[in-house]
């Protein structure tokens, strides 16, 4: 196996970043071996503190069989912890109404998922990993029911951290994708708050100092009318209203956005079009074709679908991720707990 390190400048920042804050995040999807590696992994370079949620016998019996060091990993088995019935109180009164009783948010906790989120919502734990083994929509929903979003975020959204080698676009071949994950349709003003969030995001995450958001269509500043192009117009036009401090500029055709020359040619005198180091699709479809294309096209790594806009950090995978994705995932959210939204 090729030994594990940061794909490129962007991740070594993020590496080198989650070495020094030490954070806490716990991986609940024990029952798989990718989960075991990348705590291993994790351990291995000093990302943080991995905390494996499951029946400690049965999780330490998989990873000696699978051939895993987990010795010094802490192994957490949510049906024995000695909080639960604090975390079924606080449960139930953060899903009143919802929730019928109080022993309803018992047998919920008896979800790995729901334990560890709760367990972030309470500051035992920083954030999570999920979705080697989950759904998209079951690792979303218990954080969006509990930690939901970040102060001054109307809505959380998706994101793929997209790692292209040998690519000069973007950040040296580094790109958030956002929504690829989430929203499948969302409205001009969703699609200004994923922009902004992005934004947010590409700086406080992954230490890059100039955010660079093109808002993605078939049309370039007028060159073909539609409403699927009117939405992303005004929702580039609302944006730049609530953020005008952001580069954030559209609506461009995807060499636009990428390319300089074409960006000079279809956009001149936009601070964005040629520069662009994050892509909004105007949907999930186009957001979710284009990170599919892009990796196996072109062999990048992408890492997501991410959550952003949440004020604790819970960060999805997708199902066919390597141990070597949930370890770098694992050092994202550890940088994400030191630099909420």
Request: proline residues 6%; hydrophobic residues 40%.
């Amino acid at each position: 196996m090729a030994k594990f390190a940061p794909k490129n400048a962007i991740m070594e920042y993020v590496w080198e970043k989650a070495r020094q804050g030490k954070k806490t995040v716990y991986l609940p999807e024990t029952e798989d071996e990718r989960t075991l590696r990348a705590a291993e992994l994790v351990k291995e370079a000093g990302l943080g503190k991995i905390v494996l949620v499951g029946k400690e016998d049965e999780v330490r019996k998989k990873a000696k069989e699978a051939g895993v060091n987990i010795d010094g990993i802490p192994v957490l088995d949510h049906e024995k912890f000695d909080r639960i019935d604090e975390y079924a109180k606080k449960l139930f009164e953060i899903r009143k109404g919802k929730i019928a009783s109080i022993d309803d948010a018992r047998q919920l906790l008896k979800s790995k998922l729901y334990f560890s989120i709760m367990a972030i919502k309470l500051d035992d734990a920083d954030g999570m990993v999920a979705g080697a083994v989950n759904t998209s929509a079951d690792v979303e929903r218990p954080a969006y029911q509990i930690i939901k979003t970040a102060p001054g975020i109307s809505i959380a959204s998706a994101y793929f951290a997209m790692i292209i080698p040998n690519c000069p676009y973007g950040e040296n071949g580094f790109l958030l994708y956002a929504d690829s994950g989430g929203h499948p349709n969302p409205t001009a003003e969703e699609l200004a708050e994923i922009a902004i969030t992005t934004c947010i995001t590409i700086k406080n995450i992954f230490g890059v100092p100039e955010a660079r958001a093109a808002m993605l269509s078939y049309s370039t500043k007028g060159s073909a009318t539609h409403p699927i192009v009117d939405k992303v117009i005004e929702a580039t036009k609302i944006a730049n209203q609530k953020r005008p401090d952001l580069l954030i500029d559209g609506e461009l055709q995807g060499d636009a956005a990428l390319i300089p020359e074409v960006g000079r040619k279809k956009a001149p005198g936009s601070p964005v079009a040629g520069r662009a180091n994050i892509l909004i699709f105007p949907d999930l479809n186009a957001g979710n074709i284009a990170y599919k294309l892009t990796e196996r096209l072109a062999g990048a790594e992408a890492y997501g679908p991410l959550l952003q806009g949440l004020a604790k950090p819970v960060n999805d995978l997708s199902r066919g991720c390597k141990a070597e994705d949930i370890a770098n995932v694992s050092a994202i959210v550890a940088v994400q707990a030191m630099n909420p939204y």
